[in-house]
């Protein structure tokens, strides 16, 4: 069966500073990967999307970058944090056919203060 | 581009009541996907709808999808406790081929 890491679970960093999370699917190969960031009480914002190794599309121009070194490897960075960075960040993986159900990792809470 | 209205926003209900969320689009949908976040978790997929005027059951959760392929809804019958959280419906954008998001429905249920 498929699984979904994602690290850590909660985060707090001073503004300025440099993030990464990393997220990581096992039990398939050539998954679509995506982050999705959600402020408090609202909906999901697509922030980028991966349809291979190398290849990002970015929704939503910001302070974040993504990276997917790996197959089933993505990463979420930014050189330096703002203060409206923070939410909870969510990646998520599908199956590369139409209409595929995304399936969410467990989620990142980032507080930049 | 592609957007999908869902309403209510925030419903409370007391234990044992209905409830019902919509969502709403102004083109017509190739499919619909439904998802429940439990408070502090992460979405969860529940279901797709993909033919006109379809009908879905899993256990209380009723799932329909319009005639016209434009709205679809989910009533949850005698709420419990348990099905606390945020509902999201998503759609796949004509233009990306991605999935867009609602902004949910938070339902409370008073035990």
């Known amino acids: 069966s498929q699984t979904i890491h994602q690290w850590p679970a909660t985060l707090v960093q001073p503004v300025g500073s440099p993030l990464s999370l990393e997220c990581t699917v096992e039990g398939t190969s050539n998954p679509n990967l995506y982050w999705y960031r959600q402020a408090a009480g609202r909906g999901l914002q697509l922030l980028f999307y991966s349809v291979g190794i190398g290849q990002i599309s970015s929704e939503v121009p910001q302070n974040l970058s993504a990276s997917r070194p790996q197959d089933r490897q993505f990463i979420l960075s930014s050189k330096k944090l703002l203060l409206s960075d923070s939410g909870f960040y969510l990646c998520a993986w599908n199956w590369r056919q139409d209409n595929s159900p995304l399936h969410f990792g467990n989620g990142t809470r980032l507080t930049v203060t | 581009g592609q957007q999908v209205m869902q309403i209510p926003q925030y419903q409370h209900v007391q234990e044992g009541e209905d409830f019902t969320t919509y969502c709403n689009s102004s083109?017509?949908?190739?499919?619909i996907q439904w998802y429940k976040q439990r408070p502090g978790g992460h979405p969860v997929f529940l279901i797709q709808l993909v033919k006109s005027g379809e009908v879905k059951k899993q256990k209380r959760l009723t799932f329909q999808f319009g005639e016209a392929k434009k709205n679809s809804s989910l009533h949850i019958t005698a709420t419990q406790t348990t099905d606390v959280g945020t509902y999201f419906c998503a759609v796949t954008s004509s233009n990306t081929g991605k999935l867009i998001f609602g902004q949910g429905t938070t339902l409370q249920v008073k035990p």
């Open positions: 083109t017509t949908l190739s499919n």
